[in-house]
């Protein structure tokens, strides 16, 4: 049965909870409704096309509308469409954890899947305190993540994200999350202020202050993005991850990547790590692994992580129905076909400073204050005056994103994030086959509308 467009509206406002969604903001206006997608386009019910510019949610690299990705799938439901991973093992997990322990660095050798990215996220932690139970230091359980730092949204995740707005309702949250300093240069304490090198060695060595603050020997893990999401695009300082990478190795605690948005080519690399040298214990990843044409996660760990579940009735006690599902395996396999056949990784490369380039040309406009980021991958920091950097106050900020921008830009035809979670930025990371057609068509959008705010304020 297709529903038409008066009767999807009617049946969503009804029926369908849309997450991290003021659902009042549709009690006048129309829900959008997406209903197609093609290379880095996607359609509404009406026939209005879209830029895809945030990849759906970080995850579409390859694009929309991949006929070799739905097929698949499809060949796979029908031979078999499901069968857990509970002892068992079917080939395309086995050959997704195969190519994903090539493709990621160092002695990253063992895959464990999920179905998602908090999930992942979530099941590193338990590795990381059952690990340590197994090796003799069973004291040792807390993790360190940044200020505004997105994790996840399950129980477990939540603990480990750093932003409080999202945590005050679900409170009292698994015990043992501990914050750091994020890596926001822009808004560098003033006495690093003028040496990013000299910053990204203070803000490492927070993680050591905090490990030391905090008992070297309660401490589990550190969570880090490569490149931070959420505050805007947080890029690592020079030597940052070397330094932090120094600090676990003095105090034993794990290096987690958390690379649910940065893996996958998101910065022109497999995995995020690779493009700042460093090597992870442990690399959680979702999202772009199967481009969004189904549902994965997973994290990748290092051999010796695994070796104490190796022996005797040791058994990592942890599982999910559907993590490594056969059909999501098997489309996540024909994905990096894809990334390989198109060489995204090398478009992402050759094409980056082409969209930096592009997107600072915004920095004219006096709403915007700072770009920054990596790859595919952009934030865009909107302030009230660009000389002292001010930020806008929280109704400024709630006039501005909730009520202009994000409507405006979509309605421009731009899908994108305005996210105000830190200081209100625009969030933007285009499917991996985008051009310098694209970043023109953003850059335009934006600015029309970035304009039009700056009347508004
Ligand atoms: C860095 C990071 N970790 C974890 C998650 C949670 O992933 P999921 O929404 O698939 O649970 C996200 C989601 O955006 C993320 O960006």
């Given at each position: 049965m297709t529903l038409?467009?008066?009767?999807?509206?009617?049946?969503?406002k009804q029926h369908l909870w849309m997450h991290f969604t003021r659902m009042s903001s549709y009690s006048s206006g129309d829900i959008p409704v997406i209903v197609r997608g093609s290379g880095p386009y996607v359609y509404d019910d009406k026939g209005k096309r879209y830029l895809d510019g945030l990849a759906g949610l970080f995850v579409s690299m390859v694009g929309h509308g991949r006929t070799e990705l739905a097929e698949a799938a499809s060949k796979q439901a029908s031979e078999l469409a499901y069968f857990p991973l509970w002892s068992y093992a079917h080939p395309s997990a086995v050959q997704l954890a195969s190519r994903l322990a090539e493709l990621a660095p160092g002695d990253l050798n063992r895959v464990f899947f999920t179905t998602s990215g908090s999930e992942a996220v979530e099941s590193a932690w338990k590795l990381a305190k059952a690990y340590f139970k197994r090796i003799g230091e069973p004291t040792r359980y807390k993790v360190l993540s940044r200020e505004y730092a997105y994790h996840g949204t399950s129980m477990g995740a939540l603990a480990v994200t750093?932003?409080?707005?999202?945590?005050h309702d679900f409170e009292p949250l698994p015990p043992g999350g501990v914050r750091v300093p994020n890596t926001n240069f822009y808004r560098a304490p003033e006495f690093v202020a003028d040496d990013e090198a000299k910053f990204g060695v203070w803000a490492a060595d927070?993680?050591?202050r905090a490990i030391l603050r905090e008992d070297a020997e309660s401490v589990a893990a550190v969570y880090l993005?490569?490149?931070q999401n959420s505050g805007g695009c947080f890029t690592p300082?020079?030597?940052y991850f070397q330094r932090v990478r120094e600090i676990c190795d003095k105090y034993g605690v794990l290096l987690v990547s958390d690379e649910v948005i940065c893996a996958f080519g998101r910065l022109g690399y497999y995995f995020g790590a690779e493009r700042y040298g460093y090597q992870p214990d442990i690399i959680t990843f979702a999202k772009g692994v199967t481009s969004g044409y189904s549902p994965l996660g997973g994290m990748i760990v290092r051999d010796e992580l695994m070796e104490p579940f190796l022996t005797g009735t040791a058994t990592?006690?942890?599982?999910i129905t559907f993590a490594g599902h056969p059909v999501?395996?098997?489309v996540a396999l024909a994905n990096l076909d894809v990334f390989e056949r198109d060489n995204l990784l090398g478009n992402v490369r050759a094409n980056e400073a082409g969209f930096r380039a592009t997107l600072d040309k915004l920095t004219d406009l006096p709403i915007?204050?700072?770009v920054r980021g990596a790859g595919y991958f952009y934030g865009i920091e909107l302030v009230k005056d660009k000389a002292t950097k001010e930020t806008f106050s929280d109704d400024e900020s709630e006039r501005l994103l909730r009520g202009f921008l994000s409507h405006a830009l979509f309605d421009a035809g731009l899908v994108c994030r305005a996210d105000d979670r830190g200081d209100p930025v625009i969030q933007l990371a285009p499917p991996l086959i985008c051009t310098q057609e694209h970043f023109d068509e953003i850059e335009q959008i934006l600015r029309s509308v970035l304009t039009e705010a700056w009347t508004k304020i």
């Open positions: 038409s467009s008066d009767e999807l509206q009617a049946a969503a750093g932003l409080s707005s999202i945590k927070e993680i050591e993005e490569p490149v300082p020079p030597g990592f006690l942890h599982g999501s395996s098997a915007v204050g700072d």
